[in-house]
């Protein structure tokens, strides 16, 4: 359905942080950014996101949330520890995990980002990363945007 989605990342943000010390910062352009979404497939999309930059990284996490055009922008950044370069292609294959020593202590199958990968693509959309190892990533969904 056409939905608002700032307050529904507020939620999720605020469900997450009762749980959880590790800060997450959240800076929307504005107070309504309309898109045409399956409201909880949204949200396991941002609680991928959201739990991948709690695992993989300490300090506080930013959400950021603009309009570009007919788009919707959507990034989740961590100063965390990052992916190498020749892993990055594949971080969004199912089952794929960067180095099993490095990740085994924070657990996971691999999937979280595949099934972030077909939600974007399901709403018309699609999802991209930057990262440096050892600096932190930022993951970034694009959705087409609606009209209120
Ligand atoms: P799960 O299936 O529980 O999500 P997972 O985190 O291993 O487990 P994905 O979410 O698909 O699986 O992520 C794939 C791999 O990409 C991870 O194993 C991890 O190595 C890397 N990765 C994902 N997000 C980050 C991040 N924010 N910082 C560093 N590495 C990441």
């Keep these: 359905e056409r939905m608002n989605i ?4 507020h939620k999720t943000i605020e469900r997450l942080q009762m749980t959880d010390a590790q800060e997450i910062h959240f800076s929307p352009d504005s107070r309504s950014l309309y898109a045409d979404v399956h409201e909880q497939s949204f949200i396991q999309l941002l609680v991928i996101l959201l739990d991948n930059a709690r695992k993989y990284s300490n300090d506080a996490i930013h959400v950021a949330l603009e309009e570009e055009n007919n ?8 100063r965390g520890i990052g992916i190498p370069e020749d892993a990055q292609p594949y971080v ?8 099993q020593v490095r990740s085994r202590k924070t657990g996971g199958a691999g999937l979280g980002l595949s099934i972030a ?3 974007s693509e399901q709403h018309g959309g699609s999802i991209s990363m930057k ?6 990533s930022v993951f970034t969904v694009i959705l087409p945007k609606s009209e209120a």
Excluded: M, N, Q
């Excluded at 700032?6 to 990342?9: L, R, T, Y």
């Design 131 to 136: 990262s440096v190892e050892g600096a932190g």
């Design 92 to 99: 969004f294959d199912r089952l794929y995990r960067v180095d």
């Design 6 to 9: 700032v307050p529904v990342v």
């Design 117 to 119: 990968k077909r939600i």
């Design 71 to 78: 788009w919707i922008k959507l990034s989740v950044e961590d």
